[in-house]
């Protein structure tokens, strides 16, 4: 019987890599995307989902049990980016992205986790970031998501595993989609003290996005997490230098690292 996968945020990027390639390899993928209708062409079929409120997510692991029946592998994929000088970041677009980052996913797993309990199996694969081991200059809102989200799962795993349920975090590095679109951008405004320097980080940001890798990667990855029979905790994928980053963080005493980090955004 093939395994049935949800894919929160499967309608671009990675997610929906994820999706078509797990698709091609047999298994039965279900995505979520706040707005499916305006989805013109999907291989597999769309959930209406918003993670950041609980109806909708109650109704639409509901609706994905009674048209399937079981759920076995949870993709925690849906998330956003924000950038900002931490002063000038307002709160309200902090909660959003918490929202969406840290309590959209916390959200799933709490609704599916009751029907992995009651089959005695099943997979919850937490998407973070390797910006989630570090924070990163202008991108410590969503440095902060991705960490707690990688903690949480850590603590998961050991709360779940009499029930034959397991749970494992992979970090992707930077990869060429649409996310730089999507995030929010606090403005570079005339006259702030960030002006120069959140500026020139912004630009980085994006060519690093624009230059980043194939999707393809995490979907290989992730495939071979779903078909393993004990996966690890923690995976990273992306450029060997943003994975060995994490590395350096733990053998460099602080201030090295920090300064290896104002090199990197030439600040």
């Not at 949870?74 to 980016?81: D, E, Q």
């Not at 931490?86 to 929202?99: H, K, S, T």
């Amino acid at each position: 019987m093939s395994k049935v996968v949800l894919i929160t945020g499967g309608s671009s990027g990675i997610g929906k890599c994820v999706g078509e390639y797990l698709s091609a390899k047999g298994f039965k993928v279900y995505g979520t995307s706040r707005n499916p209708e305006r989805v013109k062409v999907s291989v597999f079929p769309l959930l209406k989902m918003d993670v950041r409120n609980p109806d909708s997510v109650s109704e639409a692991v509901e609706h994905l049990l009674e048209i399937a029946s079981r759920v076995d592998v949870l993709i925690n994929n849906a998330g956003v980016g924000i950038t900002g000088p931490l002063e000038e970041i307002p709160d309200e677009e902090v909660r959003q992205n918490f929202e969406t980052n840290f309590f959209g996913p916390l959200r799933v797993i709490r609704a599916v986790l009751p029907t992995m309990r009651a089959q005695r199996t099943g997979l919850i694969v937490n998407v973070t970031s390797i910006a989630g081991y570090m924070g990163l200059p202008y991108r410590g809102v969503y440095s902060s998501s991705k960490g707690a989200l990688e903690l949480l799962t850590e603590a998961l795993r050991m709360e779940i595993r009499d029930f034959g349920v397991q749970a494992v975090n992979v970090a992707p590095g930077d990869f060429a989609t649409n996310i730089a679109a999507g995030r929010y951008h606090a403005p570079v405004q005339q006259g702030s003290p960030y002006e120069e320097k959140y500026g020139k980080t912004l630009r980085l940001m994006d060519e690093h996005v624009d230059e980043g890798g194939d999707p393809e990667q995490m979907a290989r990855v992730i495939h071979r997490i779903i078909t393993s029979k004990s996966p690890r905790i923690h995976y990273k994928v992306g450029a060997f230098m943003q994975k060995f980053s994490i590395v350096l963080k733990r053998i460099l005493p602080d201030r090295v690292y920090e300064k290896l980090l104002l090199n990197h955004y030439k600040l």
